[in-house]
């Protein structure tokens, strides 16, 4: 078998796709899962967001400007704090400050680190290397961080007397909410290390899938994936632990009290 | 005898509330007596309690423990002298011995040794406990037991004044009795200072002992 031409795919191929958005309406209508609108939306921002991207990258992989490849991955860090705001739903901690800046700097230095040292590339913001990299480290440690901070705060509330307990027994407010912190961000981190377990058995990555199809060789493409998962752990880590460590803090009061009502 | 504990002019008002739960409050406490607090659902008792070892803030006001303000003095060295133990105790996965020993883990405690077993279990004689091992499950014990396990684990860090929130709210009239014993045991033997919201009609007695109810945003002494 000889590697040929990518096949295209045309537009109408392309709706055909909507065939798959069709069994999932028909799931959320037959078991009324009250899913349609979200579908729905996701569809749209899928093609809309997806095409736009398209031509953004198309623009900014050819760029040699540094500012609007760092530009970019600023906005991008920026819809991905939105996102976990939308998922956390949380008002009586201010946590979107800390999680934006902790956000930015660790993802920045993982994008870095992998554009620079491993991959090389020169100068090390290149944006065809820079911007994915930075994209998939967003795009994953954005939901872990969203599991983390929505877990840590529910259980705050939910086991607030036990907090209440060991702050009168002696306890800072470190150790009083210390299981509760180490429950939280393994929550997040476990979804990445399961992705690990499972990657080449289970499944095929996107961006691997991606690149062979696109013609690259397996054996690069494998090199690349390893360096994405093990990118991807540690980024979760990392941005998981200081994220929770700044708004920890701000769940307590002056008297190390905790803020967050009881459920 | 001195005051162990100042409050004066104290306000507070629950979050989101229009108006205050109590307004400028005062009380003073001395070394070895026993203030029995009594007042409606929601007067504020509890919140008194829980100004005193800073779970909660006041509006305005002062609260001294011996004349230094609490606001001024580390959460964790603050509640290990004023411990507070809550209505409902609470305990963590794990042995009778291990719940017991909880707060030697805390940095704060780290210059107390802890107990040895022969202690803990002597103690547990003491707390009407005797006999039910220190290997137990805490959280199989019964609401009674885990209230007098919590009254012993605090009293392990040997406080100089004790916030007791209804202590026996939760339980039945036979481990009612035994905490009301512990208690006075605690005031009259050993000395220890108690403040003790209540809705029962225990009335320990003695010259020591004050009543004080508190309604209608105000704090009284009774007869």
């Not at chain 2, 580390?74 to 042995?95: E, H, K, N």
């Not at chain 2, 209230?147 to 009612?176: G, I, K, M």
Request: glycine share 8%; aromatic share 8%; charged share 20%.
């Amino acid at each position: 078998m000889t590697t040929s031409a990518i096949i295209d795919i045309s537009t109408g191929q392309l709706l055909l796709a909507l065939v798959f958005i069709l069994t999932a309406q028909l799931s959320s209508f037959v078991f009324r899962l009250g899913l349609h609108r979200d579908i729905a939306v996701g569809t749209l921002r899928t093609f809309a967001q997806l095409f736009l991207m398209g031509y953004v990258l198309t623009y900014i992989l050819h760029s040699d400007s540094f500012w609007l490849v760092v530009g970019v991955f600023a906005v991008m860090v920026t819809s991905a704090v939105f996102i976990v705001k939308g998922r956390v739903n949380e008002k009586q901690v201010p946590y979107l400050l800390p999680t934006f800046i902790t956000m930015l700097l660790s993802y920045f230095t993982t994008a870095v680190f992998v554009s620079a040292l491993i991959i090389g590339s020169a100068p090390w913001w290149e944006p065809r290397y820079f911007i994915p990299a930075g994209g998939m480290v967003i795009g994953n440690s954005m939901s872990a961080l969203a599991i983390s901070i929505e877990r840590f705060f529910r259980e705050l509330r939910q086991q607030r007397e036990t907090v209440e307990m060991k702050l009168c027994l002696g306890a800072d407010y470190r150790e009083a909410s210390a299981d509760i912190f180490r429950g939280a961000v393994k929550a997040g981190m476990i979804p990445s290390i399961n992705a690990m377990m499972g990657v080449g058995l289970v499944f095929i990555p996107g961006m691997m899938s991606g690149q062979i199809l696109a013609g690259a060789d397996p054996q690069v493409a494998i090199r690349y994936q390893i360096v994405v998962m093990l990118m991807l752990v540690g980024s979760t880590a990392v941005s998981s632990v200081a994220v929770m460590l700044l708004i920890r803090r701000r769940c307590f009061g002056s008297g190390e009290e905790p803020l967050l009502s009881p459920e | 005898m001195a005051a162990i504990l100042e409050i004066r002019d104290l306000t507070f008002t629950h979050e989101g509330a229009s108006e205050p739960l109590f307004r400028e409050l005062s009380l003073s406490v001395e070394e070895g007596q026993h203030i029995l607090l009594k007042g409606p659902s929601g007067s504020g008792k509890s919140s008194l309690l829980r100004l005193i070892c800073r779970l909660a803030a006041p509006d305005s006001g002062i609260i001294r423990y011996r004349g230094t303000p609490v606001s001024e003095m580390p959460p964790a060295t603050l509640r290990s002298r004023v411990a507070y133990v809550a209505q409902i105790p609470r305990m963590v996965d794990g042995t009778l011995e291990e719940n017991l020993l909880l707060p030697f883990a805390f940095a704060s405690n780290a210059r107390r040794s802890a107990p040895d077993r022969a202690l803990l279990e002597r103690m547990l004689d003491e707390f009407y406990l005797g006999g039910i091992g220190l290997d137990r499950p805490a959280m199989k014990l019964s609401t009674g037991q885990q209230q007098r396990v919590a009254l012993l684990r605090t009293l392990l860090l040997e406080p100089d004044l004790l916030l007791l929130d209804e202590p026996t709210s939760a339980l039945d009239p036979e481990s009612a009795a035994m905490v009301f014993s512990i208690m006075e045991r605690l005031n009259r033997e050993k000395g220890k200072t108690l403040l003790t919201v209540t809705h029962s009609d225990y009335r320990p007695e003695g010259p020591q002992v004050a009543l004080y109810r508190i309604e209608n945003r105000t704090l009284s002494l009774q007869p």
